[in-house]
């Protein structure tokens, strides 16, 4: 609590500066004269904040709760108004969302029905969002960011600034691109390693789509579909352990279980995701390739010649120090936060260390040259987390305003007679709240707004609390490539040169086995309940039934469409009969024609392909 009432303002603070660095005032309109006499003064509350909110923590936490002075209320307003801004600024849907909770919080007298209220006071409005450290910007999400997940991102930021993320893409993508049929799965591979050390599907593709889609472009493919390509594969930024969108750090604490349990569960639908989209990619980008192996006279090949040993090195590193994570909280039962701090400082220890020794150069140099790499990462980790602050003060906020109008209450209770009506119809209308939330928030503060409102009423039904938050998190990610917004694709679409909605579009088209994934979680449950033997069963039939969906939908076994689609809508049926029939021997005795499908589809699309 006490952190977060620190570094919260001064994640303020940070962004506020941030704005001025990267040349985007935060009031273009007026000047800039009057844009740094405005950031002064954010910068000022700030500072009053910390300061006074330090000194009276005792006495806000202990002993005037609930019986606030003047002064504490002036502060709780100043920095609740700055929260809003960033809000305003950064997520504009949420910014009204906020207003209208607001306002129907305090006016909730005016609505009619069921969502009438007698309403609160501005000042219990306030209070309750702001300066009550258990609620409100400095609550349990801001509590979690910056005791938790910043632990996660100071490695990330040590990855970023000693160039270990960079060695990482190149010594992948010079390893797999070395043949044309290859070359898009490139983007795959290397966004399945980076996406350990990402958590953003965005990041992704703006750290791996520098190098994958300028190759797929030089190799023939076209902008569109290299951009599309990129985005597909950058989405497992979102899903892989151990960050999951910052998702998973929120997921064990509704469950109130240990990190490491929700990563050990995580890995087998983010294995799956990557197999669905390393085979979509395939099939939909074998109609591009003109001949299998690279002509040693093409202007490829220097890309494959980028990647030195120092590059293996980083790479090998990089992966030893994410094993002694899992090895940290998975056998030594090490806290979440005190596992990644020790593997942020190891990985800072070995990283100086190789720079220092590679670099050419007198002492002085390579002191120069570990001193830069220093100031990148500590850039790189501020950049990232200050925001995420943020993000989680706001949500913070909203969800008390939730709380506090009576509001969350009200539509659990529609929600849970929606699923004594029907289970289904609850799946759905929990489906629909996520993509709805998601037209316009980011993956992580989709997943926390729809989970407050949708798994009460969803474990109240009897669905297991695992499969609940996943499907609710399946659904986060897809909001972040469905339309009408998408920022995977929009970095994908600036790098490739192709129009931003095509670009959204052909990544959804890619990602749609995807889907199947999320609803078939409910039927293949043992997937999430227990890590073991029977998780393993489960995801070989999960990734296989997804795998045939994926070659029936992507694929092709005749050139002819009127023989073409009949044949392939069979192959979904099959698909569909894994995923969904009740677990059994047939399950398992369809799996044999559904390898037999999917190796078959493969080959008919690489014939055909290959003639047309």
Sequence with gaps: ?????????????????????????????????????????????????????????????????????????????????LIIEYTRREHRLLFYLILFLMLYSVYGWVFPGIFGHPGVSWTRVITSSSIEITLGLFGTYSQTGVGVIAAFFMFLGIAQGFGVQESIVKTFTGIFAKRKTLIPQTAVVTSMAIATCSGSGAANAAITGQYTIPLMKRAGFPALYAGAVEASSSLGGLLMPPVMAI???????????????????????????????????????????????????????????????????NTAIFFTFIGVLIYLMGVLWFDASKAALNIAIGLFIASSLLRIYVHAGTISDKIKEWAICLRHALEAFARVTAPLILLLAMLGVMINLFVVSGWMIKLMGMLATIGEFNVVALIGMGFLIGVFLGLGIPPSACYILSAVVVIPPMTRMGFNPWVAHFFLFFIAVISEYSPPTSLVAAVASRISGASFMKTMMVTLQISIPFFFLTFA????????????????????????????????????????????????????????????????????????????????????????????
């Design 521 to 612: 979680i409910f039927n293949w449950d043992i997937l999430l309940l227990e890590p073991g033997l029977a998780q393993l069963a489960a995801l070989v039939v999960l990734i296989i039934g997804c795998l045939t969906a994926a070659a029936a939908i992507h694929g092709r076994l005749f050139e002819r469409k009127e023989h073409d689609l009949p044949s392939r809508f069979l192959i979904l049926v099959l698909a569909l009969f894994i995923l969904f029939f009740p677990k059994g021997m047939l399950s398992v005795l369809a799996l044999i024609p559904a390898v037999a499908m999917i190796l078959l589809v493969i080959r008919r699309t690489e014939k055909i392909s290959a003639r047309s």
């Design 1 to 81: 609590m006490l952190l977060a009432v620190t570094l919260v303002p001064l994640a303020y603070v940070l962004w506020v500066l941030n704005s001025f660095v990267v040349g985007e005032l935060p009031y273009p309109r007026l000047g800039l004269k009057l844009n740094i006499t405005i950031a002064s003064l954010y910068i000022a509350i700030c500072i009053v904040a910390v300061i006074y909110l330090r000194v009276e923590f005792d006495a806000l936490v202990y002993d005037r709760a609930g019986f606030f002075n003047t002064a504490d209320k002036i502060v709780g307003a100043m920095m609740l108004g």
């Design 247 to 313: 998702a998973g750090f929120l997921m064990a604490d509704f469950l109130g279980v240990t990190y490491f349990e929700v990563i050990a569960r995580g890995y087998a639908p983010a294995l799956i995701f990557f197999g669905i989209i390393s085979l979509s990619v395939y099939l939909f980008t074998t109609r591009f390739v003109r001949g299998r192996d690279i002509d040693p006279d093409s202007e490829l090949l220097p890309v494959f010649q980028r990647f030195s040993k120092i590059d293996v090195f």
